[in-house]
């Protein structure tokens, strides 16, 4: 219910007048690594040094120009460009509304070959995270014309759809690297399981799929019981750590994060910058309401 409104405020821009302002800011500066690439590079470096690797999302999304997709695509590849001179370890995350996949659809796929044609050139890999379901088909649409053509590129499948375990098949049989997450969006039950029961156990069946059929799958949760599964499985099938890696957001459960480093596993975090920052943040506080107590300035009871 409260995760309901939540995702459901994430959409709405008088909500983000009231929740978007400085009330905001300690859980901001928590979730986001800044305002500016320079600052999200810094995090990037810290990561890397407690051995883990990252992949950067400058913050942005449902584009409504061409002009906004532009420069969001310009700005991907001055990420690329300072991953390169930096010589951090890290690749890139992007959203196709942000893209221009709304304005024009022509538009939104051009900005984004120009940035995987770019990564290739710099031997560097995008990964396209997947949005509400409205633009699941033409996600996966899109990503399979460009993989057919560009193999440093990779797609997003959420446990929580029910059609995801024939998406990773089909993904699986081309050899495609998928990130394999729970899934963030206000869903209606003709899509997707309503009970977290139910996705955390399409979950595990989906990435047993990935960890036994895939190609170097990105196992994204904060589930200590996924964790386990995922470990369990790779530990039963004879699967060693280098075939897959953990996936994490920026600073939720680093407890965990360097738990998983010490127990030897790959581990990558996504790491968000920019001032978009509003539904990001939001879907991070449906995910977990305790979180609001950081807005109003109480005191986060999660483990650090
Ligand atoms: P669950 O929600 O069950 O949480 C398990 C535990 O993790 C909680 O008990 C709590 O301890 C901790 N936790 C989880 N979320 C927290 C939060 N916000 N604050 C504090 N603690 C929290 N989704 C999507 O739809 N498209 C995408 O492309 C991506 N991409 C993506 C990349 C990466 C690297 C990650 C880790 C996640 C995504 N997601 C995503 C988000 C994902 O779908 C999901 O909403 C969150 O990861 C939360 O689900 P968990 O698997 O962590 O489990």
């Known amino acids: 219910m409260l995760r309901g409104t939540l995702l459901y405020l994430s959409e709405q821009s008088l909500a983000k007048r009231v929740f978007g302002g400085p009330l905001a800011k300690p859980l901001v500066s928590r979730f986001v690594a800044g305002v500016r690439l320079s600052e999200a590079i810094e995090h990037v470096r810290r990561l890397n040094v ?56 022509a538009l939104g796929v051009r900005n984004l070959e120009r940035i995987i044609a770019q990564a290739d050139q710099l031997g560097n890999f995008i990964r396209i995270d997947m949005e509400g379901s409205a633009y699941t088909q033409a996600t996966l649409d899109i990503f399979h014309d460009l993989f057919a053509r560009y193999k440093n590129v990779g797609v997003v499948i959420q446990a929580y759809l029910y059609r995801s375990e024939n998406d990773i098949r089909a993904l699986n049989a081309i050899g495609a690297r998928v990130r394999l997450c729970k899934g963030a969006y206000n869903e209606p039950a003709s899509v997707a399981f309503a009970e977290k029961a139910d996705t955390d156990k399409n979950f595990i069946k989906l990435m047993q799929l990935l960890l036994s059929e ?78 609001l107590l950081f807005v109003l300035g109480g005191v986060l009871r999660e483990r650090r």
């Open 214 to 291: 895939g190609n170097y799958p990105g196992i994204a949760t904060h589930d200590e019981h996924m964790i386990a599964a995922t470990r369990e499985h790779a530990a039963k099938h004879g699967i060693p750590p280098e075939r897959f890696e953990f996936q994490m957001l920026y600073g939720i459960r680093r407890d965990l994060q360097a738990q998983i480093v010490r127990d030897g596993y790959r581990l990558r975090i996504y790491v968000p910058y920019g001032e978009e920052w509003y539904p990001y943040m939001m879907r991070r506080l449906a995910e977990r309401p305790a979180n």
């Open 50 to 105: 407690a051995g883990m690797t990252a992949t950067l999302d400058y913050l942005g999304e449902s584009v409504r120009n061409a002009g906004a997709a532009g420069a969001a695509a310009m700005q991907y590849i001055a990420i690329l460009h300072a991953i390169e001179r930096s010589g951090v370890q890290c690749n890139a995350s992007l959203k196709l509304t942000q893209m221009g996949l709304d304005v024009d659809r």
